[in-house]
């Protein structure tokens, strides 16, 4: 074994295991004069198979290892880490066990939630006034006609109701739409919930589901007339975002990786949609 080792380093053991043996009187001194007559030859081996620009060499990679070992834990250790949490203490405290799926008013899985914004009602109505969405009228007799008629004539209606889904056992607190088009048949919408969690600044949650409506038809499972929405939430969370981000109406665009449960399901409408399964959030700005 010590053979194996530079010569320096098997000389240094030696030693250390000579003072040893002194200390705990454990030897004699004859002994070590035959181990010591050992670690000489084992030195003078050492040489002549290692010149000593192999041992520089060899002692430089070494080096050279440590440092990158070195360097490496302090990354993981004051970078890498306490980004992680600072990015997780970061987090919303109404984002901790959030509902993932909105329900019709007969208990059926709506629209999956994929957005979120930090920030009181004012803030929220400002930013969405300001990338050009309107907010979507309440349903009632004269919006039910209006949107009528949007779809069918082709007019425009740029506060066409939305139908409501439920979260928190309540309707949308908001909705609001950017139309496509001349008529009510396409348009962006999303549905937006009040979240009852406020962070150490308190502010509020809002928590919703953005999407986009593609076409009007019957629902495939109550047969009603109502909008089928794409299948690619992703896309519409994305353009959301990145339209408030544009507008400087948010601070930054965050995510939370594995929110929803699964990749794919379908709506109360009998939609299917498809996600990466991230919610999407950013923080509003004043």
């Given at each position: 074994m010590l053979s194996s080792m530079p010569g320096n380093d098997a000389s240094r053991v030696m030693k250390l295991n000579y003072v040893i043996c002194?200390?705990?009187?454990?030897?004699?001194?004859?002994?070590?004069?035959?181990?010591?007559?050992?670690?000489?030859?084992?030195?003078?081996?050492?040489?002549?198979?290692?010149?000593?620009?192999?041992?520089?060499?060899?002692l430089s990679t070494l080096r050279y290892g440590l440092i990158v070992v070195l360097l490496g834990y302090l990354a993981v250790a004051y970078v890498v880490l306490p980004l992680g949490w600072w990015r997780y203490e970061k987090r919303h405290p109404a984002l901790t066990n959030a509902p993932t799926l909105t329900h019709t008013k007969l208990g059926i899985p709506g629209d999956p939630l994929n957005v979120g914004f930090v920030g009181s009602e004012e803030q929220l109505i400002k930013a969405f006034h300001a990338i050009g969405w309107t907010e979507a009228e309440k349903i009632d007799l004269k919006s039910s006609v209006g949107i009528a008629e949007s779809t069918v004539l082709d007019r425009p209606d740029a506060v066409a109701p939305v139908s409501s889904l439920y979260l928190f056992g309540r309707k949308q607190d908001l909705a609001f739409e950017l139309p496509v088009g001349e008529s009510a048949r396409q348009r962006h919408h999303v549905r937006l919930w009040r979240c009852e969690e406020k962070d150490d600044q308190g502010r509020l949650f809002w928590i919703g589901s953005v999407t986009f409506d593609e076409r009007v038809g019957l629902s495939h499972t109550t047969e009603e007339i109502t909008h089928h929405i794409s299948p690619d939430v992703d896309g519409e969370r994305d353009g959301l975002l990145n339209s408030m981000l544009k507008a400087k109406q948010i601070e930054a665009i965050e995510y939370v990786n594995d929110f929803q449960p699964q990749a794919q399901g379908k709506n109360g409408g009998g939609d299917p949609w498809k996600t990466d399964q991230r919610l999407g959030w950013g923080t509003l700005i004043d």
């Open positions: 002194r200390a705990t009187g454990f030897g004699r001194f004859e002994r070590w004069a035959m181990v010591s007559q050992e670690v000489d030859h084992a030195v003078d081996s050492d040489q002549l198979r290692h010149p000593a620009g192999g041992r520089r060499e060899w």
